[in-house]
């Protein structure tokens, strides 16, 4: 009897590293109570990458359940890591980062900066909107590690000493929201369109775009070419146009809502 033992489990040994199992997935059978032959048949049942996507999810859910001890860091090491250094709301951030790894992703996941959301994640929604030395950019496809020594403003930064943006406020005011998902990269976007209305950048509807001077008035029609890369699903557009033309031509309106 004890000879069979040994060599069921040498069989097995040969097994599982002709199959290159890992620490992870023998527990994996173990924490599943598939041993000796049934581990063999099983083995020979299902693919190894089956078995390490199960070994992965269950190490996820071991990660959530650990609590206070949980990480939010990739379990392997990075492959490609980079140094970044950049100022985020005024704060500088060094960080060693996979260089794949979005701005987007790093100000969320890395900087617990979950004011700026994901919604396409493709450059389509405007969701993920943040301004980099001045100019709004898409944060889903702008890589962290390109933004090294720059100026980063997320919806976080933009409210001083507890004091709002005016342009937050006149979002408030006017009901420029309704869900709000979208409103962060809104927000975004239209301090940074004041700023290129001041300087006089040109858009898609500029009727001359040879004789652009600083300082430009905008039109609602231009405002809505301007915002055109944000989306609002809860359709507040109409809203949105009026907050930003309350603080772009400085005119104060009382709250449009009770
Ligand atoms: Fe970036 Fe939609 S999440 S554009
Ligand atoms: Fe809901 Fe814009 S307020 S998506």
């Known amino acids: 009897m004890k000879e069979y033992k040994d060599n069921m489990n040498k069989e097995l ?6 199959l290159q199992l890992s620490a992870d997935e023998k527990s994996i059978f173990d924490q599943l109570g598939i041993f000796g032959k049934s581990r063999r048949r099983f083995l020979g049942q299902s693919s190894v990458a089956g078995l390490s996507l199960m070994a992965s999810q269950l ?4 990660n959530v359940f650990a609590g206070e001890n949980a990480t939010l860091t990739p379990p392997v090491p990075y492959k490609n890591s980079v140094d970044v250094s950049f100022t985020i709301n005024k704060k500088v951030e060094n960080l060693n980062l996979d260089s794949r790894v979005t701005l987007l992703d790093t100000l969320r996941e890395r900087l617990q900066l979950t004011g700026t959301k994901k919604g396409c994640d493709h450059g389509q929604c405007g969701a993920c909107t943040v301004i980099v030395d001045g100019k709004r950019v898409l944060s889903c496809l702008t890589l962290a590690a390109s933004c090294e020594g720059k100026q980063v403003t997320s919806i976080e ?7 709002l943006h005016p342009v ?6 006017n009901d420029g929201f309704q869900c709000g998902y979208c409103t962060s990269g809104q927000i975004c976007s239209s301090v940074a369109l004041m700023d290129e209305a001041k300087n006089g950048d040109a858009s898609y509807v500029t009727e001359d775009i040879m004789d652009v001077s600083k300082n430009l008035t905008l039109s609602d029609e231009e405002v809505r070419e301007r915002m ?5 699903r809860c359709g507040a557009y109409t809203n949105i146009v009026a907050a930003i033309q309350e603080v772009h031509q400085g005119r104060e309106t009382d709250y449009n809502w009770q």
């Open 13 to 18: 040994q040969a097994d599982e590293q002709e």
């Open 168 to 173: 937050q406020k006149a979002f408030i005011k």
């Open 59 to 62: 190490i996820s859910i071991d």
């Open 157 to 163: 930064g933009l409210a001083e000493d507890n004091v």
């Open 228 to 232: 055109s890369g944000n989306i609002c």
